[in-house]
């Protein structure tokens, strides 16, 4: 896997230690490769943002017209899968080779600065380039759905009645190979310019996480079995699964 | 303007009533210009989905290789604003007349159906096409900073250092007009099928949203002054801001 990472972190005894700023940036992938430690390092780092979030922007271009689809997605291994019906413009793109872009993007919060100029957001952001592979056995197809629902949900697909092979032909299944990767990463306070500090300012950083809550049983079956039904424990403790950030990750 | 708004809801009461699933689709816009009242009705709903986010995927692409970049935006009128570092790939490929994709979406849940087919998440998302215009006096781009911060924390510019003539000569600003834009929105739980309403699985929808955590003070400044200052109301009741979402919008 070819990756780099941008980072930039601020520290927050500024005063204390030298400014910790990190920030790597490597304009072309090659630089990486130079160096393989930090090249596994970072693909853990980056598979972590992939695993976290189940949403992605998806661009691709036809006569170099760009459009952006929200998609679904899941991981196994280098490989992320997406699914959607037949016959969409995204998908007969997607069939001919087209290359396409996969972002995905995850908000931990707004760093408010003392000076307008420096307010940013915290956030970790992967994107993707390549040609998404389509998937055509039943088989293959049915292993992908496994993955994208146990990835937005985990413990789900062992409860659900599974594809029948009409529905597998009904829909289309993608996968797109994480071999050419890149993230970016901002966390930590504010970096205000020296004579912005005694400001009468507040400064600081406003967390956001994603949360779920509390789960809604579809009440449209009148049966006395259905509504019987406990609320299974992957659901209950679903931030507990990984998929929502636990609050020491958040800064 | 000049919007359509595909839309998929299901009705919870699917046995007393004919299932209320209301889908709109317009391929070609002219559609939606039969129906003005419609068309007004979408223009109030893709705006409250714009004002709702502040974090876009905006698509590009140069020789038919398309790019997806996070950026954070704001609005005022038809009109989103952003900004970044001059000299960027994407703010060049802008500057050239480039036409672009801006997509936004909002996850409201994941939908949990009997069958694994059925699975899906809820949510609202835009999609708006066009060229980006760029801002080039010190007082349009000085606007729209005070546009972007107070479309991301509303209450903050009045507080801050506003930009120097230096900060705007450093960064690049664009507006994009919302006048091709189109929404999706899926709401309401599963729509399974009749042969599955029985089986023995939960089924409904898990609610996702975005919460504001405790704000974290910059504690690099070793003052007195600093240290006695009270977190402003426009941050500590953010949530109630209308930038997270009411839990009476979430189902």
């Known amino acids: 896997m070819i990756f780099y990472v941008a980072r930039q972190h ?10 910790n700023t990190e920030k790597i940036i ?8 130079t160096n393989a430690i930090r090249a596994v390092y970072d693909s853990k780092e980056i598979l972590k943002i992939i695993d976290e979030s189940f949403l992605c922007h998806l661009g691709f271009a036809v006569n170099n017209q760009p459009f952006v689809i929200p998609v679904c997605y899941g991981r196994k291994d280098d490989r992320i899968y997406f699914h959607g019906a037949k016959g969409s413009r995204m998908f007969n793109t997607l069939r001919s080779g087209a290359e396409i872009c996969v ?4 908000v931990d919060g707004i ?11 915290n956030y970790r952001s ?5 040609k998404a592979h389509e998937l055509n056995s039943p088989a293959d197809k049915a292993d992908a759905l496994k993955i994208i629902t146990e990835h937005i949900i985990p413990g789900r697909w062992g409860d659900v009645r599974k594809p029948t092979e009409k529905e597998l032909h009904a829909t289309s299944l993608f996968s797109l190979n994480i071999n050419e ?3 970016k990463i901002r966390s930590g306070h504010p970096i205000d310019d020296e004579d912005d500090l005694e400001l009468d300012v507040w400064a600081g950083v406003l967390p956001l996480k994603i949360i779920d809550g509390k789960p809604i ?18 659901i209950k403790n679903y931030r507990k699964n990984g998929k929502s950030i636990p609050e020491k990750r958040r800064r």
Do not use: C, M, W
């Open 10 to 19: 601020s520290n927050n005894n500024r005063y204390e230690q030298p400014l």
């Open 26 to 33: 490597a304009t072309h992938r090659t630089k990486i490769k």
């Open 103 to 106: 972002t995905i993007s995850i």
């Open 111 to 121: 760093v408010l600065a003392r000076s307008a100029f420096n307010h940013t957001i």
């Open 126 to 130: 992967v994107v993707i380039f390549g």
């Open 181 to 183: 990767a890149s993230a």
């Open 217 to 234: 049983k579809d009440d449209s079956v009148k049966n006395k079995v259905h509504n019987n039904f406990q609320i299974p424990d992957y």
